[in-house]
C-alpha cells in the first residue's frame, strides 16, 4: 500500500509525449491563424434594446443596409427577424472591404454568408460584427443557420460583388 | 483474485431494468424521426402525412433531439451507473428509497416534458433558445429530470460513503469510483442549465417576468453543453476500459492510467464551454481562446483512453492466439453481437474525435458553426461512440438482469454493423455537406438557396438514415426478443469486469482520494469562468420578451 508512483509503461510513455506535443502543435497552428493572420472570431460590440432597434430612429437597423464610408470600404447594418434579412440584396464592387454589423429584433439567428469567413451567431440585444474583404466577383448567398421558427428554412439573402 | 460471485437482488435488477425500459422506449420513439429528417433531405419530405399528429419537421427534431440526446441518455446512464455501484462495491445501495425517490422525479419531469412537446407547445429543440418560449411544463419537466438524478447520484454518495467505511484503506473498485466520478460531473456540470432554468425560463415561461437576457442563457447553456457530452461519453469509456477487455478474454492494461483519465475529465471538461459560442456576440474573443486551449487540453485523456482501451484489446486478442502488427484485430471475438457493436463504436469514436477537434479548433468554427457537420460529428459521438456502446451493454446486462438468453444473437451482429455502414454513409455526406455550407436544423428539401451540387449528398444523408433506421428496427426487436423469450439462461450471466494487469493495490493512493481533485476542478471553473460570468452577469440586460415561431 505504500506505492505513490504511477506505473507507467514505456510504449505508453511514448504516446502521452506523442498526444502532449500533438495538442501542443494544434493550439499553435490555432493561434498563429487567430493573431498573426489575423482570422478572428467576434467580440463583444454594443448592446441594443431588441423592443426598438429596428422602429427607433436613432437606430441604424431602422434603416438596415449598405453606407460607404470611404472608397471600398462598407459598413453593412443587417437586420434578423422571423424570417428574412433586411436588405435582402446588398451589391457592392470586387475588392469591397464590409463590415457587417448584425442584430435581431426577435429570436436568435445566424448569419452566415457562403464561402467567405463570416458565420455569426445573432443574439437578441447584442450586436454581431464582423468583417470580410469580396475578392471574386460573383452570388455570395447568406442564409440564417440557425433555427428560428416554422420559416427558417426560408431565410436567405444574396450578396452580389460585381466585377 | 477472487471469482465474481456477488450478484444483484431480484429488486435491484428490477429497479436497473426499469431505468433501461424508460430509456428504451425514448429511443424507440426518438428514433422514428431520425429518418424522416433524413428523408426529407434526400426529398422525400413524409412530415405532410404525420399531420395532424405531428405539426412540423421542427416538433419531429424536438422529439428526436430530446428524447436520443437527453433522455436515453439520462435514463440508460443512471441505470447502468446504479449497477455499477451496487456491483462495483458488492453492497447494495445505502438508502435504496433515496435512489428510488430520484427514479420517479424523472419519471414525472419526463411526462410534463413530453406533454406540451407531444401538443407541439414546445417545438424548441433540446437546446431551447431563449427567446423562443416553450410551455412552462417543458423547462419544469426537464429541470425533474435532472433533479431526479441528482437525488439517484446523492443514493450513491451515500452508498460509496458507506462501502469506504466498511473497507477503509481499500482502492475503490473501477467501475465504482468511475460511475461516483461521472456523477460528480453530472452534478457540477449541470448548475449551469439548473441556473438558466430557475433564474430565468421557469419563471418567464410562468409569466413572473416579462422578459430575458438570451445572451447569459446560452452561457448557462454552454456552461452545462459541453460537460454534458462527457456524462453520455463516461459511462461508455467505463464499458471500454473495464469491460470489454473482459469481454475479448483479456485485462485492463493499467489501472492507475484509467483512474487518471477518468480525474483528469472531471477537471478539464467543464470550464470549456466557450467553444460552443465562438460566435457568440456577447462573449470576448480573448476568454473564447482561453477556453479553445483548455478544450484541446481535455482532448489528452481521451488520448490516453485510446491507447489503454486499444493496449488491452491487442493483449486480449494476443491471448487468442492473435499475431501481427495489426492482424490481431482479426483474432477479437466479433461474432459476440456487444464487442462487435463496441468496437465498431469505438471505431467511429475515433473520427468524431477528430471531428471535434476541428469543431474546437477556434477560428475553423467559423466554417462549421451551426452547418450539418456538427450534427455528422455528433452522430459519430454520442449517437455511435456512446449509443451503439450502450446497445452493445444491454446485450449482455439485459440478459443479465432478465435472466433470459439473448434473442437471436446473430440479428444483433447484423444490427451493429447495419449502425455502422449507415453511420459512415449518413455522418460522411453530413460532414462533406458542412463543409459546403449547408445549415444544420434545417428541412434542406425545402431551402430555396440549396445549389444542385449538394444533391448527391443529400441523398446518402437519406440512404444512411434509412439503414440507422433498420438498424435501429433490429435492435428493438432483439430486446423485445429477449424480454419476451421463453428461453432462460443456465445460470446467471457473468458479468464482465476486467482485471488489472498490475494488481490495484499497486494504485497509487493519490488516485483515489476525492477531495483536491474536486476542488481542483472546482477552482478552474472559477478561473476560467468567473470573470466572465461576473460581467455578463453584472451587464444583464433583461430585453427579450419571449416568442412562439412554430
Redesign the interface.
Known amino acids: 500500500?505504500s506505492?505513490?508512483?504511477?506505473?507507467?509503461?514505456p510504449?505508453?510513455k511514448r504516446?502521452?509525449i506523442f498526444?502532449?506535443v500533438?495538442?501542443i502543435v494544434?493550439?499553435a497552428?490555432?493561434?498563429i491563424?487567430?493573431f498573426a493572420l489575423g482570422?478572428?472570431?467576434?467580440?463583444?460590440?454594443q448592446?441594443v434594446?431588441?423592443?426598438t432597434v429596428a422602429v427607433d430612429p436613432n437606430s441604424p437597423w431602422s434603416n438596415p443596409g449598405l453606407r460607404e464610408i470611404a472608397p471600398g470600404r462598407y459598413e453593412a447594418y443587417i437586420l434578423a427577424q422571423?424570417w428574412q434579412f433586411q436588405p435582402r440584396e446588398i451589391r457592392v464592387p470586387v475588392g469591397s472591404r464590409v463590415t457587417f454589423y448584425v442584430t435581431s429584433k426577435?429570436?436568435?439567428h445566424?448569419f452566415?454568408i457562403?464561402?467567405t469567413?463570416?458565420?455569426?451567431?445573432?443574439?437578441?440585444?447584442?450586436?454581431?460584427?464582423l468583417t470580410v474583404t469580396f475578392k471574386k466577383p460573383g452570388t455570395y448567398?447568406f442564409?440564417?443557420?440557425?433555427?428560428?421558427?416554422?420559416?427558417?428554412?426560408?431565410m436567405?439573402g444574396q450578396i452580389i460583388v460585381t466585377p | 483474485m477472487t471469482a465474481q460471485t456477488y450478484s444483484l437482488s431480484p429488486k435491484e435488477k428490477s429497479f436497473v431494468s426499469w431505468h433501461l425500459l424508460v430509456a428504451m422506449v425514448a429511443l424507440a420513439l426518438g428514433t422514428l424521426f431520425g429518418p424522416l429528417q433524413a428523408f426529407e433531405h434526400a426529398g422525400l419530405n413524409l412530415y405532410p402525412f404525420l399531420q395532424p399528429l405531428i405539426k412540423s419537421y421542427y416538433q419531429g427534431l424536438t422529439l428526436h433531439g430530446v428524447l436520443n440526446a437527453l433522455v436515453w441518455t439520462t435514463f440508460f446512464i443512471t441505470g447502468f451507473l446504479t449497477f455499477n455501484v451496487i456491483y462495483g462495491l458488492k453492497r447494495p445501495l445505502r438508502y435504496p428509497t433515496l435512489n428510488q425517490v430520484g427514479f420517479w422525479l424523472m419519471i414525472v419531469g419526463l411526462v410534463m416534458a413530453a406533454i406540451p412537446i407531444l401538443l407541439n407547445k414546445a417545438s424548441v429543440l433540446y437546446t431551447f433558445y431563449p427567446p423562443m418560449k416553450a410551455h412552462w411544463a417543458y423547462y419544469v419537466g426537464l429541470t425533474l429530470v435532472v433533479v431526479g438524478s441528482w437525488v439517484e447520484g446523492y443514493g450513491f454518495y451515500f452508498t460509496y460513503a458507506a462501502w469506504r467505511k466498511e473497507n477503509p484503506g481499500e482502492r475503490t473498485p473501477f467501475i465504482a469510483f468511475a460511475s461516483v466520478l461521472t456523477m460528480v460531473l453530472w452534478q457540477i456540470a449541470t448548475l449551469g442549465v439548473a441556473v438558466e432554468m430557475l433564474t430565468m425560463l421557469i419563471p418567464w415561461s410562468l409569466g413572473l417576468i416579462e422578459t430575458v437576457d438570451p445572451q447569459l442563457a446560452r452561457t448557462y447553456f454552454w456552461f452545462t453543453g459541453h460537460p454534458l457530452v462527457y456524462f453520455w461519453l463516461l459511462p461508455a469509456y467505463i464499458s471500454w476500459y473495464a469491460m470489454l477487455p473482459k469481454q475479448v478474454g483479456g485485462k485492463m492494461f493499467s489501472d492507475s492510467l484509467a483512474r487518471l483519465a477518468f480525474w483528469l475529465f472531471l477537471l478539464l471538461s467543464v470550464p470549456l464551454g466557450f467553444h460552443h459560442q465562438y460566435v457568440d456576440p456577447g462573449v470576448p474573443a480573448g476568454w473564447k481562446f482561453v477556453h479553445a486551449v483548455l478544450t484541446f487540453s481535455v482532448f489528452f485523456p481521451s488520448l490516453l483512453t485510446a491507447f489503454t482501451v486499444i493496449a488491452s484489446l491487442e493483449y486480449g486478442a494476443r491471448k487468442n492466439g492473435g499475431t501481427g502488427l495489426f492482424r490481431w484485430v482479426l483474432a477479437l471475438p466479433w461474432r459476440d453481437p456487444s464487442v462487435a457493436a463496441q468496437l465498431l463504436a469505438g471505431l467511429l469514436f475515433f473520427f468524431g474525435g477528430i471531428g471535434g477537434l476541428a469543431n474546437a479548433a477556434y477560428n475553423v468554427n467559423l466554417e462549421l458553426h451551426n452547418t450539418t457537420f456538427v450534427p455528422g460529428h455528433f452522430h459519430l459521438t454520442v449517437a455511435t461512440g456512446v449509443t451503439l456502446t450502450f446497445m452493445g451493454v444491454s446485450y449482455w446486462l439485459v440478459p443479465y438482469l432478465t435472466g433470459k438468453k439473448l434473442w437471436k444473437p446473430d440479428l444483433a451482429r447484423w444490427q451493429a454493423w447495419l449502425w455502422f455502414i449507415g453511420m459512415i454513409i449518413f455522418s460522411n455526406a453530413m460532414h462533406v455537406l458542412g463543409i459546403l455550407g449547408a445549415p444544420r436544423r434545417t428541412p434542406l428539401g425545402d431551402a430555396p438557396y440549396v445549389p444542385a451540387e449538394w444533391n448527391s449528398r443529400l441523398l446518402q444523408v437519406g440512404i444512411g438514415g434509412g439503414i440507422l433506421f433498420i438498424s435501429a428496427i433490429l435492435y428493438f426487436a432483439v430486446m423485445i426478443g429477449t424480454a419476451f423469450s421463453k428461453v432462460k439462461v443456465e445460470k446467471e450471466v457473468e458479468v464482465p469486469v476486467a482485471e488489472a494487469l498490475q494488481p490495484v493495490s499497486q494504485t497509487p493512493a493519490w488516485l483515489d482520494r476525492w477531495a483536491p481533485w474536486v476542488y481542483a476542478a472546482l477552482a478552474l471553473i472559477v478561473i476560467a469562468y468567473g470573470p466572465q460570468l461576473y460581467e455578463q452577469i453584472r451587464n444583464i440586460s433583461l430585453t427579450s420578451p419571449g416568442f412562439r415561431v412554430w
Not at chain 1, 469567413?117 to 460584427?129: A, D, Y
Not at chain 1, 442564409?143 to 426560408?154: D, L
Request: net charge negative; proline share 7%; with cysteine.
Open positions: 500500500m506505492t505513490t508512483s504511477l506505473h507507467v509503461h510504449y505508453e504516446w502521452i498526444s502532449i500533438l495538442l494544434f493550439t497552428a490555432v493561434a491563424a487567430a482570422i478572428q472570431v467576434p467580440s463583444p460590440e448592446r434594446d431588441p423592443r422571423t426577435d429570436v436568435q445566424t452566415k457562403q464561402d469567413n463570416i458565420n455569426v451567431q445573432v443574439v437578441p440585444g447584442q450586436v454581431s460584427k448567398p442564409i440564417c443557420s440557425e433555427y428560428c421558427g416554422v420559416g427558417h428554412a426560408g436567405f
